[in-house]
Each structure stands twice: as structure tokens, then as C-alpha cells.
Nanobody, 122 residues
Framework: EVTLVESGGGVVQAGGSLRLSCTAS????????IGWFRQVPGKGREGVSV????????WYGNSVKGRFTISRDNAQNTVYLQMNNLKVEDTAVYLC???????????????WGQGTQVTVSS
């Protein structure tokens, strides 16, 4: 069974930083793409960042480029999302997703975690 567990969310002031973790099990982690998405009430899931099998396959959404960094530790079956210079508009539930091929769209993923809340205060 594929499981994904996010952690690291919390409340931070604008300009601050958080590091989210997505720990996975139940599939060949090193060969699957992992994506981070975020969602606010009443809106669909927005792609934040994706990392493929290698660091050559990294994508960032325009709203987070230059502020967020995605990385993976295959020995720990974990993907990290380092979020710097956070803005109020980054407030959302952040979810990680996994699939063999992945992509920047939520519909490209079959497996999802439960999410972790990130709240950025002004």
C-alpha cells in the first residue's frame, strides 16, 4: 500500500521559513516522481514543485520560483520542500503526491498524503 505522510507545517511570520517533509512507503521511491501541491478552501490544487527521479527533473510553479527548493533523500524515502521568504499568500494546506511519471498537474497523480497546514501571518 502506498502511503505518504507530510510534516513540518506550522505558523510563521511573513519573511520566515519552513521545511516540509514527505515520507513515503509502499513503492520504489527512487523511481517515482513526487509533487508538492497546495490548496486553499474553495480552490483547486495548485502545483508548487515536482522532483523526478533525478535532480534534472525539477519543476517549480511561477509563484514560488526563487523562494522554494525541493530535494529528495532516497535513503530516507523522503522529499523535502524548503520554503524561504514566505508570503501571506503562501498560506494553504500543502500536500505531497506520488506517481511513476508525475507532472505539474494534480490529475497526474494517483497517490496523495493527508496534507499539512502552513499559515503565514503578516
Amino acid at each position: 500500500e502506498v502511503t505518504l505522510v507530510e510534516s513540518g507545517g506550522g505558523v510563521v511570520q511573513a519573511g520566515g521559513s519552513l521545511r516540509l517533509s514527505c515520507t513515503a512507503s509502499g513503492f520504489p521511491f527512487e523511481r517515482w516522481a513526487i509533487g508538492w501541491f497546495r490548496q486553499v478552501p474553495g480552490k483547486g490544487r495548485e502545483g508548487v514543485s515536482v522532483i523526478g527521479e533525478t535532480d534534472d527533473s525539477i519543476w517549480y510553479g511561477n509563484s514560488v520560483k526563487g523562494r522554494f527548493t525541493i530535494s529528495r533523500d532516497n535513503a530516507q524515502n523522503t522529499v523535502y520542500l524548503q520554503m524561504n521568504n514566505l508570503k501571506v499568500e503562501d498560506t494553504a494546506v500543502y500536500l505531497c503526491a506520488a506517481d511513476l511519471h508525475g507532472g505539474s498537474k494534480s490529475g497526474q497523480y494517483k497517490h496523495w498524503g493527508q496534507g499539512t497546514q502552513v499559515t503565514v501571518s503578516s
